[in-house]
C-alpha cells in the first residue's frame, strides 16, 4: 500500500479512503481508526464557527489518536458544520426556554466581523445553548458513526493483510 497515489482514482477515493487505508498497513488497529473516525465526525459538527480544527487536535491528542485521519474527518465536514450552526442553536435554545435569535449565518457572520467583541458579548448564552445541544447529539453520533465504520474497517485491514499474505 506504499505505493504512489494513481491519479486515475477519483479525487474522493485519493483524499479520503487512501489515507484512511494506508493507516490500516502502518499498524494503527481498525478500532483506533474507527474511533478516530467517529470523534472526527462529532468534532467536525462543534457548533462554534472557527474552533473544530481546534476541537479535533486536542481530542486526538488527549485520546491518542490519528491527528492527519481526524483533520481529514473534520475538514471533509465543512458543509455540515456550517449547515448545523443555526439548528444547533435554536435546539439549545429550546431546551433551555431561551428566546430564539434571529437572522441566518451571513447576518451573523456580518456581525461578527463589524465587531467581533461585541458579536461574543451579544451571543455568547446562544453559543453554549448550541454547544449544549452539540454535546446531546454528538455523543450518540459518535457511537453511531463508530458502529458503523468498525466492520467495515476490520474488513478492510483483513483484505489487506490477505493480499500481504498472498504476495509473500
Known amino acids: 500500500m506504499n505505493e504512489a497515489p494513481n491519479k486515475k482514482d477519483p479525487?474522493?477515493?485519493?483524499?479520503?479512503?487512501?489515507?484512511?487505508?494506508?493507516?490500516?498497513?502502518?499498524?494503527?488497529?481498525?478500532?483506533?481508526?474507527?474511533?478516530?473516525?467517529?470523534?472526527?465526525?462529532g468534532c467536525g459538527i462543534f457548533p462554534i464557527m472557527g474552533t473544530t480544527s481546534i476541537v479535533c487536535f486536542l481530542a486526538a491528542a488527549l485520546l491518542g489518536l490519528n491527528q492527519p485521519v481526524m483533520q481529514v474527518v473534520c475538514h471533509s465536514l465543512w458543509p455540515a458544520h456550517l449547515a448545523l450552526i443555526l439548528p444547533f442553536i435554536k435546539f439549545g435554545q429550546s431546551i433551555h426556554g431561551a428566546t430564539p435569535i434571529t437572522g441566518?449565518?451571513?447576518?451573523?457572520?456580518?456581525?461578527?466581523?463589524?465587531?467581533?467583541?461585541?458579536?461574543?458579548?451579544?451571543?455568547?448564552?446562544?453559543?453554549?445553548?448550541?454547544?449544549?445541544?452539540?454535546?446531546?447529539?454528538?455523543?450518540?453520533?459518535?457511537?453511531?458513526?463508530?458502529?458503523?465504520?468498525?466492520?467495515?474497517?476490520?474488513?478492510?485491514?483483513?483484505?489487506?493483510?490477505?493480499?500481504?499474505?498472498?504476495?509473500?
Open 11 to 41: 479525487w474522493w477515493k485519493r483524499w479520503f479512503i487512501n489515507p484512511v487505508l494506508k493507516q490500516l498497513t502502518q499498524g494503527i488497529s481498525a478500532e483506533k481508526l474507527a474511533w478516530t473516525i467517529a470523534i472526527g465526525c
Open 104 to 168: 441566518s449565518v451571513p447576518t451573523l457572520l456580518k456581525e461578527f466581523f463589524a465587531s467581533p467583541w461585541q458579536f461574543t458579548q451579544d451571543y455568547w448564552l446562544a453559543a453554549w445553548h448550541g454547544i449544549v445541544a452539540w454535546a446531546l447529539i454528538a455523543i450518540p453520533l459518535i457511537f453511531l458513526t463508530r458502529l458503523i465504520t468498525l466492520p467495515l474497517l476490520r474488513a478492510a485491514a483483513l483484505r489487506i493483510e490477505r493480499r500481504k499474505g498472498a504476495s509473500a
